[in-house]
């Protein structure tokens, strides 16, 4: 199945790219790193599977908007392929992970056989990735703008939750279901209404994953307060 969804991606060759940095990111973590930039060895979140999921954010928003111009398809896979793979590099040195990026993917590139131009503008798009306050620059580059909205619509919606679930664990064993409750209601709910995203298409798909969380907590609630929002049993 994972297959089949790196080949729906095209032509190029992403399967190669994305071992690499699998292969990576993995090295980061054998020698002390993480690959994770935050809580992975907890509960398994890892940079790759996050790669890959941002690649399937990237390519639904590529393929829902309409005007194409100045959109660069396999610009935009590559650099979402290669956005994280610094992440167990700067573990490791304390700098930030983009600048590792950077040089990760100009290597890659140009040892592969990609024009020095070309390389350099994916690597600038990959450079420029945690950058997100650019979103609101009218004149930000395209392909720039859809890698951040697809880095940012994962880790959200309904997998946020489940992510805010593993992490309330993470940090207290012993968690219950109603401290669950309290990190969704302070943390989880108002940041998945911090809406950062600034396309219709982005925009619409945030606010279908903010609709299902939001869906969630109302049956949540109901679930972990029987007695309504004044029940004193866990207080
Ligand atoms: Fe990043
Ligand atoms: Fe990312």
Known sequence: MEEAAIRSLGKADYRGMLSFVKHTLEAGRTEGGNGSGMHQPEFGYTR????????????????????????????????????DAGRA?????????????????????????????????????????????????PDIDRNLLMLMEADLLDDMGLLGIVMDTLIVRAGNPDATFYDCYNHYERYTHPMQHDCPVVTPEAKALWDEKTASTDRFLEQYRKDILPGGENYIGYR
């Open 48 to 83: 790759y599977e996050h790669t890959k999921r941002v690649l399937g954010w990237a390519k639904r928003l590529y393929d829902l908007t309409p005007d194409k111009t100045a959109l660069r398809y396999e610009d935009l896979m590559i650099a979402t392929i290669f956005h």
């Open 89 to 137: 590099v700067s573990e490791q040195t304390g700098e930030d992970h983009a600048k590792a990026d950077v040089l990760i993917t100009r290597n890659w590139l140009l040892s592969n056989g990609y024009d020095p131009a070309r390389a350099e503008y994916i690597a600038n798009l990959v450079g420029l990735h945690s950058e997100k306050w650019r979103m609101q620059d």
